[in-house]
């Protein structure tokens, strides 16, 4: 019984090592559910560039990249990047959207606290990305620092090439209005993420 568990567990990335395009067998052990399609292992430019360095992206090529997804982010028109915290909340601690079990008309959460520690109450967090507990205290509570926060979660990646965190505007996972309220989740004085 050991065996065969030990020997399904190595053979499986040998078998994808050993395959001359990964990426296709990747596309032929998956099929599309739902809202979940396959076209998701398309990889945009900053993925394929992302993915040829792996861990290592040169310095001129992270330029490149973040130069790019900077030109991608549009702040709100009405140039008010700061919403309602207590809205903020609610999206950062959901995971509902995107899985092919998730209905596609409601909206996304941001999930943030599946890589982030957001405030001093929460029990449960993940620790991919750093804790976030203070971090417009920490930061000083700027307009700029506004904005930066806001350009951060539309695409984190035009302020940290290959980064693991999502694009959350680049990708339309949250609407303009969503990231207005993680926005202030960050910034508020009176957020618990600053308290
Ligand atoms: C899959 C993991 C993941 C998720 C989900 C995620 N992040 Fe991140 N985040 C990271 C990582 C990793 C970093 C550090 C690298 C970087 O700066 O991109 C980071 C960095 C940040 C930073 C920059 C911190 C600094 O010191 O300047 C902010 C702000 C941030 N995340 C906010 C959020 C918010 C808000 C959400 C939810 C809408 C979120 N993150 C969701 C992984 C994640």
């Known amino acids: ?16 090592l050993a395959t001359p395009n990964a990426e296709e067998v990747m596309k032929a ?10 076209d998701r292992l398309n ?14 992206v040169p310095k001129d090529v992270a330029k490149k990249i973040e130069a790019a997804n900077l030109k991608t982010i549009k702040y709100p ?3 008010k990047v700061m919403g309602d915290w207590k809205e903020g909340e609610r999206i950062a601690q959901s995971g509902v959207g995107k899985q092919f079990s998730d209905n596609p008309a409601n909206p996304a959460g941001g999930n943030c606290y599946a890589c ?13 990305g750093p804790s976030l507990y203070n971090f417009g205290k920490l930061r000083g509570f700027t307009e ?5 926060a806001y350009g951060k979660v539309y695409n984190a990646q035009a302020y940290s090439a290959c980064s693991n965190m999502p694009r959350f505007g680049h ?4 609407t303009e209005q969503q990231m207005k309220h993680v926005t202030a989740l960050l910034m508020d004085p009176d957020s618990p993420v600053n308290k």
Not at 48 to 56: P, V
Not at 144 to 148: D, L, N, V
Request: glycine letters at 4%; charged letters at 20%; a positive charge.
């Open 77 to 79: 028109a009405d140039g």
């Open 171 to 174: 990708n339309q996972i949250l």
């Open 116 to 128: 982030h520690q957001l405030s001093k109450a929460e029990i449960s967090f993940g620790t991919i």
């Open 29 to 38: 052990s998956f099929k599309d559910r739902g809202q979940a399609k396959v």
């Open 1 to 16: 019984m050991k065996m065969t568990i030990l020997a399904a567990a190595w053979m499986v990335p040998l078998a994808v």
């Open 43 to 56: 990889q945009d430019e900053t993925q394929a560039a992302c993915s040829k360095y792996f861990a290592a």
């Open 144 to 148: 700029a620092m506004q904005k930066y």
